[in-house]
């Protein structure tokens, strides 16, 4: 099985950038498809982006379209969401996580972090 830790995350103006990672152990990163999902307070937990086990296919939500780029790093054995742009409704606990499938629905992944802080002041 592998272990995810998120880190990076924090308080940041409206406009302002932050680049989270998630880092693996236990099991090597290039065995998943990862993925970033987020849940606001009083919210469910939503799809953000996911990557390919290889770095080759890539799916972002509409709302992270054009501000949020995932990368991986099976090597380092991370996974990174650059964040440009934020806005206030961006503010809510990020989890990245690992499935053996490459989609968007929550359910389907496997493997969970803790999550990350990502606070977005207007």
């Known amino acids: 099985q592998v272990q995810l830790v998120e880190s990076g995350g924090g308080l940041v103006q409206a406009g302002g950038s932050l680049r989270l990672s998630c880092a693996a152990s236990?099991?090597?990163?290039?065995?998943?498809?990862m993925g970033w999902f987020r849940q606001a307070p009083g919210k469910e937990r939503e799809f953000v982006a996911a990557?390919?086990?290889?770095?080759?296919?890539?799916d972002y939500a509409d709302s992270a379209k054009g501000r949020f780029t995932i990368s991986r790093d099976n090597a380092k054995n991370t996974m990174y969401l650059q964040m440009n742009s934020l806005k206030p409704e961006d503010t809510a606990v990020y989890y990245c996580?690992?499935?053996?499938?490459?989609?968007?629905?929550?359910?389907?992944?496997?493997?969970w972090g803790q999550g990350t802080q990502v606070t977005v002041s207007s």
């Open positions: 996580a690992g499935s053996y499938l490459l989609v968007k629905v929550a359910g389907a992944y496997d493997y």
């Open positions: 236990g099991r090597t990163l290039g065995s998943y498809a």
């Open positions: 990557i390919s086990r290889n770095g080759v296919i890539i």
